[in-house]
């Protein structure tokens, strides 16, 4: 007997790895994750990512494949006490019964530095395994202890395709889903839920039994639309199938780029008032305002930033004034992609060259005039700037920024040195 107390998104949660969707760059054919799950030697991991992508189901699923015991805190609501509990009981069953435990932490980004610290030695002399699964970044969000002491893999969000999976799967699932219930739901509709659903299976599969929970039944079905999938999402349906969607996003990207404002304005409130999220309009406002803009006007970044917390803060429709506001800076900015070739032409190198010892004198601990570099040279003992190699050996003639003719960059004191450099 189904319990319809519990949500469907914990119902539906996988339990095996065969049943698990998406994160195939973590847990595909022959990776890392996959290769320690089948010799079982998986040891202490950091999940992160966007929520609803299957940080907290995996983390359940591996630590059931280990045959170990499974002990799980919140960090929002368990303190060092809880935590040194935890310890306790592990540490008394793996003298008594020699198994071991896994610590699952739901917001790991959330204990603070003497919670993490009390488990520290508990993780480095193997007396539990910690799994922390968190929607912030680890290295900036969390002790560097923890962190260094653990293997960390970002999440993606799931693909529409997985997500459509997932809602049939719970269409049909009788033991765990709605397969008792007659839904009807056409491949439009799923379609919309996993589009509108930003690849958060969690956000899908309620908005999915909320649909149902809250439709009739008619003729002997509960009939679940477009229109009822969004309603359910609190957001309007959107007037534009995937490839017009895309279409529109690629004219309003290409318009900024072009510096026409009243086409970008155009396309920006077609999407919107589409059904678009404004969010992903300001995302990529601020993508634009690096790539196309760049050094040329570097408020053009500033700009961009402040539409995205506008749209977030203050939300619509108020914020689409500072969103059109933001729109026109950016077209009527003069614009340069400087700063994409510059970081194209450093990531070839960094990716393809071997040979790029540190040299000596920018080394941590040099040694006084090795390889004939000589002592560092502090700048602000020159004034501020003093010729010395930075780059390696090999790569020292390099020049990955070369500033444009166009706004504040013609006038860089870094074209005197370029000009110098290749002498």
Request: proline share 3%.
């Amino acid at each position: 007997m189904i319990n319809f107390n519990i949500p469907l998104a914990e119902r539906m949660r996988a339990k095996t790895l065969e049943d698990f969707v998406g994160q195939e760059h973590i847990v595909g054919k022959n990776k890392l994750l996959t290769r320690a799950i089948a010799t079982g030697n998986v040891g202490s991991l950091i999940f992160y990512g966007p929520p609803g992508t299957g940080k907290t189901t995996l983390a359940n699923i591996i630590a059931k494949l280990m045959n170990a015991n499974i002990e799980k805190l919140n960090a929002v609501s368990s303190g060092v006490a809880d935590a040194k509990a935890v310890i306790e009981r592990a540490r008394s069953n793996k003298q008594m019964f020699n198994k071991d435990t896994y610590l699952l932490l739901d917001e790991c980004h959330r204990w603070s530095k003497s919670q993490s610290d009390c488990v520290l030695q508990a993780i480095e002399d193997g007396s539990i395994f910690f799994i922390g699964s968190t929607t912030e970044n680890p290295y900036t969000s969390m002790t560097r202890a923890i962190v260094s002491r653990c293997s960390v893999f970002e999440f993606k969000k799931i693909s529409e395709k997985d997500v459509v999976k997932v809602i049939n799967r719970a269409l049909s699932d009788k033991e765990n889903g709605l397969g008792e219930i007659k839904v009807k739901m056409d491949e439009e509709a799923k379609r919309h839920l996993a589009f509108l659903c930003n690849g958060d299976i969690r956000t899908a599969l309620n908005a999915l039994e909320l649909a149902v929970k809250s439709t009739k039944m008619v003729k002997g079905y509960i009939e679940i639309t477009k229109d009822v999938v969004a309603e359910c999402l609190n957001r309007r349906p959107l007037s534009l199938d995937e490839s017009s969607y895309y279409d529109y996003l690629s004219a309003f990207c290409k318009s900024l780029r072009g510096s026409d404002a009243d086409a970008a304005l155009y396309y920006s409130q077609r999407l919107i008032k589409a059904g678009i999220d404004p969010l992903i309009i300001a995302r990529r406002m601020i993508a634009h305002a690096s790539e196309d803009i760049g050094m040329a006007d570097s408020n053009a970044l500033l700009m961009a930033c402040c539409a995205m917390y506008a749209v977030e803060k203050i939300g619509p429709p108020e914020c689409y004034l500072n969103l059109s506001h933001a729109i026109i800076y950016l077209c009527e900015a003069e614009k340069s992609n400087s700063v994409y070739m510059a970081m194209s032409r450093a990531q070839k190198d960094a990716e393809n060259e071997r040979e790029d010892n540190v040299p000596n004198h920018l080394k941590n601990h040099p040694s006084t005039n090795k390889d004939g570099h000589g002592a560092y040279k502090y700048p602000h003992d020159f004034g501020g700037y003093v010729e010395q190699q930075y780059l390696p050996d090999k790569l020292k003639d390099r020049v990955y920024y070369i500033p444009s003719q166009n706004g504040k960059e013609k006038n860089m004191a870094r074209k005197k040195f370029i000009k110098n450099h290749r002498k």
